[in-house]
Nanobody, 126 residues
Framework: QVQLVESGGGLVQAGGSLRLSCAAS????????MGWYRQAPGKQRELVAT???????NYADAVKGRFTISRDNAKNTVYLQLNSLKPEDTAVYYC????????????????????WGQGTQVTVSS
């Protein structure tokens, strides 16, 4: 019904940069908040950054000043620019979106759900 596909992960040296993208597609009426989360080996998934449809952003303290989240509402796409990367940023990065989707089976014809991408690996070497 709704799919999120991430791209842009990879291997980079400490101090380097990457740009992640996440495109949403499917039966989308509108998208409210979008965000990025990450999960390092042996750790719980944690918030990295979020952005509302109006452009308000929120960042985890660990990435403030280094990462920038943005979105293109016309393309249903959210981006994460990762600068000054550190080895501790190594993780699988997941995008998420709060989507209002067409749902003909419901009374109002719309349904709101959270969707997740499959994840993209970011590895930062020291």
């Amino acid at each position: 019904q709704v799919q999120l596909v991430e791209s842009g992960g990879g291997l980079v040296q400490a101090g380097g940069s990457l740009r992640l993208s996440c495109a949403a597609s499917g039966s989308i009426f509108s998208i409210n908040a979008m965000g990025w989360y990450r999960q390092a080996p042996g750790k719980q998934r944690e918030l990295v950054a979020t952005i509302t449809d109006g452009g308000s952003t929120n960042y985890a303290d660990a990435v403030k000043g280094r990462f920038t989240i943005s979105r293109d509402n016309a393309k249903n796409t959210v981006y994460l620019q990762l600068n000054s990367l550190k080895p501790e940023d190594t993780a699988v990065y997941y995008c998420a979106a709060e989507v209002l989707a067409f749902a003909p089976q419901t009374k109002g014809g719309l349904a709101s759900n959270d969707y997740w991408g499959q994840g993209t690996q970011v590895t930062v070497s020291s």
